[in-house]
């Protein structure tokens, strides 16, 4: 099974802040990368597929890039709305797995 | 709009049995492979397991397999999650979620109904 690593597992951030999470993959994963969000009580929902490719109605300030085995999440200017968890998940082979998450809080 | 409605949560007792039920509407349901994800309370997500659009195949994850089966009706637009044997480390929200047409996964997800397993 291929194990995702996230860091960091949390971070304090301001509005305004760029901000950068990382997952790394045990195994060579092609573009098989996605990330999501996921608020308090609340479904997660995806931001990027195929490494980096915007969902339909994210803000452009979610970006996502890497190959093989080290894949980035960028938000280039935090916003209030985006204080939440977010996972990756690698989907090359079943069983997919998810990174443990990264949570997002206001500093 | 594409809507997914999980319903069959509850409490159960060690060892026993649950069958989940997912609900689907604003697309063709039959076109799609789906999924379950599961989440523990305050913990991360899992990906629980998958079927594909004419259920030629179902995968699972190591935690389920052999104990929980998957299965879809295309005729109800419905996606079941039959779980036996469940373990007190099985209580978690279910969720399923829909690849989309291009098999990327998750694209929508329902609202996720709970699962507990206490004595």
């Known amino acids: 099974d291929i194990q995702m690593t996230q860091s960091p597992s949390s971070l304090s951030a301001s509005v305004g802040d760029r901000v950068t999470i990382t997952c790394r993959a045990s195994q060579v994963l092609r573009n098989d990368l996605g990330w999501y969000q996921q608020k308090p009580g609340k479904a997660p929902k995806r931001l990027i597929y195929a490494t980096s490719s915007l969902q339909s109605g994210v803000p452009s300030r979610f970006s996502g890039s890497g190959s093989g085995t080290e894949f980035t999440l960028t938000i280039s200017s935090l916003q209030p709305e985006d204080f939440a968890t977010y996972y990756c998940?690698?989907?090359?082979?079943?069983?997919?797995?998810f990174g443990p998450g990264t949570k997002v809080d206001i500093k | 709009e594409v809507q997914l409605v999980e319903s069959g949560g509850g409490l159960v007792k060690p060892g026993g049995s649950l069958r989940l039920s997912c609900v689907a509407s604003?697309?063709?349901?039959?076109?799609?492979?789906m999924n379950w994800v599961r989440q523990a309370p305050g913990k991360g997500l899992e990906w629980v397991s998958a079927i594909t659009s004419s259920s030629s195949y179902m995968y699972y994850a190591d935690s389920v397999k052999g104990r929980f089966t998957i299965s879809r009706d295309n005729a109800k637009n419905s996606l079941y999650l039959q779980m036996n044997s469940l373990r007190a480390d099985d209580t978690a929200v279910f969720y399923c979620a829909r690849d989309d047409y291009s098999n990327f996964p998750f694209d929508y997800w329902g609202q996720g109904t709970l699962v507990t397993v206490s004595s």
């Open positions: 998940l690698q989907h090359n082979s079943y069983p997919f797995t």
């Open positions: 604003g697309f063709t349901f039959s076109s799609y492979t």
